[in-house]
């Protein structure tokens, strides 16, 4: 009699913990919202349209999804923020959304990371479009204190003020690119594409002015 309870404790634990699946809007009306919800392992799946908020991991290790895509799912920022916000030790993943109009977090007396900001924390982003974004530093994206995987994203039309139009990598950082794209991102200092200090990781990546 007691395994037979202790089993059943244990079965109803492990369903207990099972991820849960969020959908915007029709569990939440805003993809902050659904963060708020979300607890590690968590998927959230984002319906078509344009969505006017910032979204931050607030340190979640979730997976923030589009159900059609770059093409028809953008997500702009609040204003004078970034986009995305990566930065309190997530492993999470961001798949399948345009990214557009940040201006970035402020960062060591600067405003970095206009479309997606990464400090302290090692995500996946894949499929993505990086486009239309600024900031002092790392137009597209800002990397500190990471080690993200970033693949199958194009980088395009970002700019910033200094180092880095697309990307701007800082610190100890490791980063890897793999299958990405960069056009048109400039700077009025180096690294119109990418500025890194420290060691990058490329797998197979294409550049183009």
Known sequence: MKTTLIASILTLGAQGALAATINVPGDHPTIPDAVQAAVD???????PGTWNHTVNFRGRDITIRSTGGPEVTVITPDPGRSCIVIADGEDAVLDGFTITG???MPYLGSLVGGGVYIESANPHILNCIITGNSADFGGGMHIALGNPLVEQCVFSDNSSMSNGGGVRIH?????????????????GDFGGAIWHLGRLLMRPFFLFS
């Open 41 to 47: 392992g968590d998927l959230i799946l984002v319906a």
């Open 102 to 104: 940040g201006t970035g």
């Open 171 to 187: 610190d100890e950082c490791f980063p890897t690119f793999r299958d990405c794209t960069f056009n048109g991102n400039h700077t």
